[in-house]
């Protein structure tokens, strides 16, 4: 059995555990964490360990593990960093199955290879470790806190995992002070062995979990991660907060693709690729999480606000239409559905103003009427508190409405005014209604809800990445040739071969030496052509002078020649020349960007914008982890900012967005199968109009070192 395979449900119901490192001392970490335990409820055996003896809290404390006299699941280690791996050996020797290493002093500051040594010394009694630099871990399941954080937790249905220590245990507090309810909560540490891979795979199992909160700081295994992600049942959520948004990726950048590949880039491609859905702060987790936990995915679009009062209302319109909740528009239905409801001088328009003046019977009876009519996917209610107002009338309201029908339908509440609005918001809160103090908070939440139906729709579309008719042993081939030259770096006639094998469309032509043979092969193209340099050394030709378009006779062909040379020469003397590329100029189209790169993370990736000398100056690009399917590569272009573009704005004609789907496609094929590929550019590449396909104008690929 894998490590992966191992079930971790010793470490979340233990039926005994080992407090190594208990102290007698109040302020301690080992007496915290003895305390907690013993006070939350947790009715296994409990043995603290202190080489002192004596007692603490009530309980024995034993000198050593040996001297525990009955079997141990899980032994929590607080003891000095020197002699935690000798610890885990005496662990070992009892059969403890489980480690939370507390301690600190390990790969966080630097001491890596002490880290290895104690997880390998586990491993030799197929002991599980979590840590070390952990805070501990809760678990609804069997009522434990073995953590030494706050002792107050409320139970519910949200697993935190958390690689902060400092952030977990403020996470504790602030999760009871919201009556968000935790299923489990977990310290993750240095992740020496338990990993985020581990815990998601625990908690999809786990009856208790519905929504599994992550604050992560880095991966390593992406791929992995996706894989288990993607494997989870469609009543399991995974919501990231993730920091780190300014590291840049330390794959190659010698590249546009490779240049536009940060790392935060790319985690949250991932992200939305497997149905993880990325949180921006704390806050908006929390409010996600909530809204997972207490109300049920919407079957449907259509969401309908009610409110009593107008601002508010318009509010959540404009929220609506940032976080893509599309709200019903049918005046007929809305006019049939609040029309008995509303008073004259309200609105059955979307949003439904009830006004006011209305009270706690006119705003149930219009929630009853929203969440009784089948062609409404989902309710947002809102409750302004207003000078004279019944505020707890509205939330009562609210609570009776949502008894009945809040498992059936899906909705979320705003309060917005001063001290009893957000009374009222808490009291909703402890009775698991999804209620939020501000008017974006809340349609964002519900946002984040149809973000998840919408991810179920694609994933029930059968994924379907067609084995491709490339002949991948020439390309490997045609690689290794120029490695074996000494280069990295293939050469254009080189790179424009390997586009022919995989299927890729390129504009016609070839690399000359010389200018006579310039000239013959502009001739034989056909004018108009396109000069440009060809060197390794030289990445960006224009900056260069090394790219001439739009040639229309032989004179313009030899004075570009001789002009690209002299340029190439005075700017970059010790660049090594392969010749000069003569090409088709393609005629219209609009320009954008196919590329491929490799990250450390999630390893092989496909770029999809606009094209272009401007691409790195707008990075309006999307990014995939290879290989994708058709059907998402026709996704990524319409994730572009610039889609409008491609779609025919402002009169002009529509391009052929499935040939470049296609295109897309098969880079994201040569860089999952092609391993010796470090990053590659199609810059740019024609898409014509619809039907008349694309072409790469440019085409650059380069080599991983070995």
């Known amino acids: 059995m894998s490590a992966r395979q191992d079930d971790l449900e010793g470490l979340f119901d233990p039926s005994s555990i080992a407090v190594i490192g208990a102290s007698r001392k109040e302020g301690k970490v080992g007496h915290k964490l ?81 880290e290895r040594a104690l997880v390998e010394e586990a491993r030799r009694y197929g002991m599980r470790v979590l840590g070390p630099n952990v805070f501990g871990i809760y678990s609804a399941k069997s009522e434990l806190n073995a953590t030494f954080g706050p002792s107050e937790i409320e139970k519910g249905s949200i697993a935190v995992l958390s690689q902060s220590g400092a952030l977990g245990i403020a996470l504790i507090g602030k999760t009871a002070q919201q009556y968000l309810g935790l299923s489990a909560i977990v310290s993750i540490g240095n992740k020496a062995d338990i990993d985020d891979i581990d815990l998601v795979d625990y908690f999809s199992r786990d009856d208790e979990s519905e929504v599994i909160m992550i604050y992560m700081e880095g991966m390593e295994n992406g791929r992995e991660f996706m894989e288990k992600v993607e494997d989870l049942e469609e009543d399991k959520t995974v919501i990231i907060l993730k920091s780190g948004r300014s ?60 409110t009593n009062g107008g601002g508010i209302g318009v509010l959540s319109a404009d929220a609506a239409e940032k976080y893509g909740v599309k709200l019903l528009d049918d005046q007929t239905h809305l006019k049939e559905t609040f029309g008995d409801v509303i008073p004259p001088f309200g609105s059955t328009k979307n949003p439904v103003d009830i006004t006011g ?21 989902s309710v947002i209610g809102l409750y302004c508190e207003a000078g ?135 001739e034989q193209i056909g004018y108009p052509v396109v000069l440009k340099v060809v060197s390794e050394d030289i990445i960006h030709k224009s900056d260069a002078g090394g790219l001439a378009l739009d040639l229309e006779d032989e004179k313009e062909v030899v004075d570009a020649y001789q002009a690209i040379r002299s340029n190439v020469r005075k700017k970059y003397p010790d660049a090594h020349v392969k010749g000069i590329s003569v090409a088709k100029m393609l005629k219209g189209g609009e320009e954008t960007i196919v590329g491929g790169t490799r990250d450390n993370t999630f390893g092989p990736l496909v770029m999809f914008g606009l094209g272009g000398v401007y691409v790195e100056i707008l990075e309006d690009v999307e990014f995939r982890v290879a290989p994708i ?31 470049l789907a296609d295109v897309i496609y098969r880079v994201s094929y040569l860089m999952d199968e092609v391993d010796d590929i470090a990053e590659m550019d199609l810059n ?23």
């Open 247 to 306: 590291e840049k990726g330390a794959t190659a950048v010698a590249s546009h693709t490779g240049s536009l590949a940060g790392s935060d880039r790319i985690f949250s491609s991932a992200f939305k690729q497997c149905g993880v859905l990325r949180a921006e702060e704390l806050r908006e987790a929390f409010n996600w999480s909530r809204a997972f936990s207490n109300s049920p995915l919407p079957e449907k679009d259509n969401a309908v606000v009610v």
């Open 629 to 659: 399917d058709k059907k998402e590569a026709r996704r990524m272009i319409g994730n572009i900012n610039a889609f409008p573009v491609l779609m025919g704005a402002r009169g002009e004609t529509r391009k052929d967005l499935e040939a």
């Open 34 to 114: 003895l305390s907690n335990i013993l006070q939350s409820g947790y009715d296994g055996e409990v043995y603290p360990v202190n080489p002192k003896g004596g007692e603490a809290l009530g309980k024995k404390l034993y000198r050593s593990v040996e001297e525990i006299p009955e079997p141990v699941d899980l032994a929590v280690i607080v003891v000095p960093a020197k002699i935690v791996k000798e610890t885990v050996h005496q662990c070992g020797e009892i059969g403890v199955k489980h480690l939370i290493i507390i301690s600190s002093g390990f790969s966080e500051i630097g001491e890596v290879e002490e």
């Open 357 to 377: 003046q209305a009270g706690k019977e006119e705003y149930e009876r219009s929630l009853r009427c929203a969440y009784e009519s089948e062609e409404i996917g």
């Open 388 to 522: 004279g107002g019944d505020a707890w009338g509205g939330a009562k309201a609210i609570r009776k409405v949502y008894e009945e029908y809040g498992d059936e339908k899906t909705s979320v509440f705003t309060f917005v005014g001063g001290k009893q609005a957000d009374e009222c918001v808490q009291w909703l809160r402890k009775h698991d209604i999804p209620a939020f103090t501000d008017t974006y908070e809340c349609v964002s939440a519900l946002g984040a809800l149809y973000r998840k139906k919408r991810y179920i729709a694609r994933k029930e579309e059968k994924k379907e990445i067609p084995e491709s008719d490339m002949p991948l042993d020439e390309i490997r081939d045609i690689l290794e040739d120029v490695r074996e030259s000494g280069r990295l770096t293939l050469r254009e006639d080189e790179a424009r071969e390997v586009l022919h094998l995989a299927g890729i469309p390129m504009a016609e032509g070839r690399v000359v030496t010389s200018l006579e043979g310039a000239i013959k092969t502009a």
């Open 684 to 706: 740019p590449i024609k898409a014509f109009d619809q039907g008349k396909g694309c072409k790469s104008v440019d085409v650059a690929i380069n080599l991983k070192r070995r």
